[in-house]
């Protein structure tokens, strides 16, 4: 069982940045894929960006060049810098965690940060 918690979330005014923040409880955290998705109301969940376990990364469209997705496999923890902030990335922002063996996938997610990007 992985445990994963959310931080950094709030409001904004376009333009502006945030740095998001999920720490992660298990011991293997460096065994796990990483990413953050976010869920807008009336949406479905999307990824936003992800990291795999051998630090490669990759992002949506809608944010490229704007947001940024680290791990820090020393501290357990995994952030999304976002940048240049617009109206439509408010969101729920969700912490995802997943490890894919030959017999089952681990899937684990956050309890979720809000970031409202308004003036």
């Known amino acids: 069982q992985v445990q994963l918690v959310e931080s950094g979330g709030g409001l904004v005014q376009p333009g502006g940045s945030l740095r998001l923040s999920c720490a992660a409880s298990?011991?293997?955290?460096?065994?796990?894929?990483m990413g953050w998705y976010r869920q807008a109301p009336g949406k479905q969940r999307e990824l936003v960006a992800a990291?795999?376990?051998?630090?490669?990364?990759n992002s949506a469209d809608s944010v490229k060049g704007r947001f940024t997705i680290s791990r820090d496999n020393a501290k357990n923890t995994v952030d999304l810098q976002m940048n240049s902030l617009k109206p439509e990335d408010t969101a729920v922002y969700y912490c995802n965690a997943r490890k894919v063996t030959s017999v089952r996938v681990y899937d684990y997610w956050g309890q979720g940060t809000q970031v409202t990007v308004s003036s």
């Open positions: 298990a011991s293997t955290f460096k065994n796990y894929g």
């Open positions: 990291v795999t376990s051998g630090g490669s990364t």
